[in-house]
């Protein structure tokens, strides 16, 4: 079993729709939890980090960690054909040991 | 503010040739790693450094060597190319402690070789 699992999609959605991108994750020991988004032919750049369980908040974006069902989440508010890329999501296992989802690439439609 | 420089961006290799992947860093950060990415494979580290000096095998590490000789550099080493090896790789580093450790990539560089 990988430890993060993500349905690489793709998504396909018109804009101004909410999305919701998910992860699960198989060790409870997993403290932070990290979004990256990656546009075609560059590098992940960092979107949005939590720590343990709950939500945070940063403009359209808002990024959810359920620990008790180890599941996290991505929703995307109004989204825009700008946010279509590649969302990866990762946890850290302590140790500087980072695992990776495979990706869920989205399209946003005009 | 660069965060982390990867070199050559693009490359085609013959089958048999070496090369070498330059990455720096700026950030003054301990960790680096170097990743590949495949389609449906999502990313895998190959090797990865805990400080200067230090370099240690992660996933995939067969086929590539790595040298941190400084702490800003962590280079990626092809010593007889494959076409296995055709893939995009990422330079990443980080802090070495606590929580709100997060990682950075590089542009990535993506390798063919024929």
């Known amino acids: 079993q990988k430890e993060v699992e993500q349905d690489p999609g793709p998504l396909s959605v018109p804009e101004g729709a909410i999305v919701s991108l998910n992860c699960t994750y198989s060790n409870s020991a997993f403290q932070y939890f990290m979004w990256y988004r990656q546009y075609s032919r560059k590098g992940p750049e960092l979107l949005m980090y939590t720590y343990s369980s709950g939500n945070k908040e940063d403009g359209r974006f808002t990024a959810q960690v359920d620990k008790s069902s180890k599941y996290i989440s991505l929703f995307i508010r109004d989204s825009q054909p700008s946010d279509s890329a590649t969302y990866l999501c990762?946890?850290?296992?302590?140790?500087?040991?980072?695992?990776f989802g495979s990706g869920t690439k989205l399209n946003v439609k005009p | 503010n660069a965060g982390v420089t990867q070199t050559p961006k693009f490359r085609v290799l013959k089958t048999g040739q070496s090369m070498t992947l330059l990455c720096a860093q700026d950030m003054n950060h301990e960790y680096m790693y170097w990743y590949r990415q495949d389609p449906g494979m999502g990313l895998r580290l190959i090797h990865y450094s805990v400080g200067e000096g230090t370099t240690a095998k992660g996933e995939v590490p067969d086929g590539y060597n790595v040298s941190r000789l400084k702490k800003q550099n962590f280079l990626l080493g092809l010593e007889s190319a494959a076409p296995s090896q055709t893939s995009v790789y990422f330079c990443?580093?980080?802090?070495?402690?606590?929580?709100?450790?997060?990682?950075?990539f590089g542009e990535g560089s993506w390798l063919t070789v024929v």
């Open positions: 990762a946890t850290g296992g302590g140790f500087n040991k980072f695992y």
């Open positions: 990443a580093s980080s802090y070495s402690t606590g929580a709100g450790n997060t990682i950075y």
